[in-house]
């Protein structure tokens, strides 16, 4: 089944009234489980192609299905409620908010959704990532592989069809980084997750499925 699709997409954004083709005519489908590596120099698309696959941007022109749904179709209410049920989004920066506890950044999203179960779903997510004992630490007290660790756990509490990784091993160590990247394999297998990861990392590439390497804003073979 294709979760993701991707028709002839192309973004375009202004910079001193001149427009500027981020991505250009990107056509691309990927299977539920999945793990699909965009690959390319800085400034050649990934990071703009992984916004539009998340819906957290639109295309200028072109169609992006997620999980059945046009999201050019769906009015604002309804892309929040299809980032918030059916999205997870890790980045290289980990963004965990420094006042809150491991199972407190963890447990956040399904609170703000109003989950009632939030503390036993993110115990969990913690123990599915090798995290647990950790509950009550403070971001500051984790090293660079745990806090990763633990934003997969957070990205993951709402069971989502499609995680999208902004590059995800950026800023670990390479044994570190080899960890995470076994980590997220081993979710896509287990959790019959899609991922889709933006990256550097000829390792990252490597434990793909498929590689999609860009150039100024489009596919290249």
Known sequence: MTLLQLI??????????????????????????QIV???GRSGCGKST?????????????GQVWIDGLLTSDLSDAQLTALRRERIGFIFQSFQLLPTLSVVENVELPLMLAGKSNARAVAIQQL???EM?????????????????RVAIARALTHSPSLLLADEPTGNLDSATG???LALLSRIAREQKTTILIATHSAEAAAMADTVVKLRDGRCIT
């Open 8 to 33: 002839d997409v192309t973004k375009e954004y202004s910079s001193d009234g001149v427009p500027v083709r981020a991505v250009d005519g990107v056509s691309l489908d990927v299977e539920a489980g």
């Open 127 to 129: 123990r599915a990532v």
């Open 49 to 61: 192609l992984l916004n539009l696959a998340g819906a957290m941007d639109q295309p200028t022109s």
């Open 37 to 39: 590596a965009l690959v």
């Open 178 to 180: 080899d960890h995470i």
């Open 132 to 148: 647990e004992g950790y509950e009550a630490r403070m971001p500051y007290q984790l090293s660079g592989g745990q806090m990763q």
